[in-house]
């Protein structure tokens, strides 16, 4: 079963608007960690935001805000006043509490495209 | 400023040439990753290094190896490169990994062609 799931591979939202990306994620763990990178079309992965599973209230970064759902297993990504700049790959990741869990878990990315 | 360097942005190869990426962070990070990149696939983890000359395979680490001999460097190395293996390589490294919060930082990654 896939950890991470993103259902939209791509998005279109006109400037200014505001935008939600969907991740769903999947997990036994009661300790774990959510992030969302953004990729611009140079490649390098930006991070943008970080929600732990214990913290009580959802993370801000900005524009960036995580709607965070833990009965629902959902960590949903709200670009708010979208600009031209934040066309590009984003993608949803999860590290997991337990021992020896080093890495991130990657979804399979929602491309956005913003119209002017 | 934090740096993850990756030796080419763009990298073309023969089958069954012996093929090697090169990734060297600057930031003292105990654990480094290879991850590949695909269209409609996402990320997935090829190898990763928790210390020096340590390893642990990932989820797809068929027709690669890892060589970490210093804590800086970390190659991927297709031993005879395949078609299926054009794609974008992505290193990345964080610090300790032991804390749920800690990010990945990543370098521009490699778009390989296997012709």
């Known amino acids: 079963a896939q950890k991470i799931t993103q259902t939209q591979p791509g998005m279109f939202v006109q400037e200014k608007e505001a935008v939600t990306l969907d991740c769903t994620y999947d997990?036994?763990?009661?300790?774990?960690?959510l992030f969302w990178y953004k990729q611009p079309s140079s490649g390098e992965m930006i991070f943008l935001i970080y929600?732990?599973?214990?913290?009580?209230q959802n993370a801000t970064e900005g524009r960036y805000s995580l709607n965070f759902q833990k009965a629902r297993k959902s960590a949903n990504l709200v670009i708010s006043a979208s600009q031209l700049g934040d066309s590009a790959m984003y993608f949803c990741a999860m590290r997991e509490g337990r021992a020896g869990s080093y890495q991130l878990t990657f979804g399979k990315g929602t491309k956005l495209s913003v119209i002017p | 400023d934090v740096k993850v360097t990756q030796s080419s942005r763009y990298l073309v190869k023969r089958t069954g040439e012996k093929v090697f990426l090169e990734c060297v962070q600057d930031?003292?990070?105990?654990?480094m990753f290879w991850y590949r990149q695909d269209p409609g696939l996402g990320l997935r983890l090829i190898y990763f290094?928790?210390?020096?000359?340590?390893?642990e395979k990932g989820d797809i680490p068929e027709g690669y190896s890892v060589s970490r001999e210093k804590k800086e460097r970390f190659s991927l190395i297709l031993e005879s490169a395949s078609t299926n293996q054009t794609s974008m390589y992505l290193c990345?490294?964080?610090?300790?990994?032991?804390?749920?919060?800690?990010?990945?930082?990543f370098g521009s990654g490699t778009q390989l062609s296997v012709l």
């Open positions: 930031m003292d990070h105990e654990n």
């Open positions: 929600q732990g599973s214990y913290d009580q």
């Open positions: 990345a490294s964080s610090l300790y990994g032991t804390t749920v919060d800690e990010k990945l930082f």
């Open positions: 997990t036994s763990d009661p300790s774990y960690g």
């Open positions: 290094s928790y210390d020096v000359k340590m390893k």
